[in-house]
């Protein structure tokens, strides 16, 4: 067996547990791995050195002491490394799956559109924002994007922006449709789509796909529950909102609101503004400074 394969497992058999080298090996072994204990206890004296476990004597008073191991500051990162290495896969894959299911019934795009993504930019995102960028026939497409977040993209119809759901930097009345990942909740959703409202041409659209608050459940989870949890933990908060307020704010300001569940996320589709451009408009703080623009390399 492979070193790095063993480390790999011995990281997932003490996760969250403290463990002597042959209750370690039993954790293997009901895995359906086999290692010889004297092999296992190279593995891990070599892993206690590099940070990936530590160990400590125990201090029973009955028997022998044993050694007990358990995951080190080395050992917790590279879990979280190969977490969010599976959990990327998954998404990767979902987006294949999502795209090969959606985009033949989709049309092409004209105008100005404008994506405003979240710090949470995952490859469904991301594949989406390559797919509208495939069907944008004639015009321009905007990634507004938090200066934090780094995408690179090489394509002559995409032009990156600083910017965010509360401030984006394009002229009033100008986008042919608007894309939100995810949108602030509590008061800052009313200000996202003010801000909407403001940039979008009186004929034009928007769409948002957000992630909605999964239903409380208690140990053990739902596979789909489980997996929400795991990414909040490994890509940091997650934007989640009440998709009725969402879909009563919408209404109040557009005609038509479709709405399309899917299991945890669900995509509003609005169009025919009730209201001219900047009707909700909330002014903001004079100086604030407006972002600029950065063409991808």
Do not use: C
């Not at 938090?146 to 100008?174: A, C, M």
């Not at 009186?202 to 992630?211: E, F, Q, R, Y």
């Amino acid at each position: 067996m492979r070193k790095d394969v063993l480390e790999r497992a011995v990281l997932r058999a003490l996760h969250g547990k403290e463990l002597h080298g042959y209750a370690i090996q039993r954790e293997l072994t009901a895995a359906g791995l086999t290692v010889e204990v004297g092999n296992l206890y190279r593995v891990l004296r070599s892993m206690e050195f590099q940070g990936q476990v530590r160990s400590r004597w125990s201090d029973s008073h009955r028997g022998p002491k044993k050694r007990l191991y358990t995951v080190g500051a080395e050992g917790r990162r590279q879990r979280e490394t190969m977490l969010r290495e599976a959990v990327f896969t998954i998404l990767q894959e979902y987006a294949d799956y999502l795209t090969a299911h959606v985009a033949p019934q989709t049309e092409d795009l004209e105008g100005t559109i404008v994506v405003v993504t979240s710090p949470f930019f995952d490859p469904v995102r991301q594949t989406v924002l390559r797919r509208i960028s495939s069907r944008l026939v004639r015009g321009r497409l905007y990634l507004v994007k938090p200066p934090q977040v780094s995408f690179e993209y090489d394509h002559r119809k995409v032009t990156i922006l600083d910017g965010s759901h509360l401030n984006i930097p394009i002229k009033d009345g100008t986008a042919t449709g608007v894309i939100f990942n995810d949108i602030p909740s509590g008061p800052e959703m009313a200000l996202a789509l003010d801000e909407v409202i403001r940039v979008l041409d009186p004929k034009g659209w928007l769409s948002i796909a957000t992630l909605f608050p999964t239903r409380p459940s208690e140990d053990p989870a739902p596979l789909s529950v489980y997996l929400f949890r795991l990414m909040a933990t490994l890509f940091g908060n997650i934007p989640s909102v009440d998709p009725e307020e969402l879909e009563r704010q919408l209404h109040d300001r557009f005609r038509s609101v479709h709405r399309l569940s899917l299991a945890d996320e669900s995509v509003f589709n609005a169009w025919d503004l009730r209201s001219l451009p900047g009707a909700h408009r909330t002014p903001a703080p004079k100086g604030t400074p407006r972002p600029s623009a950065t063409r991808p390399k």
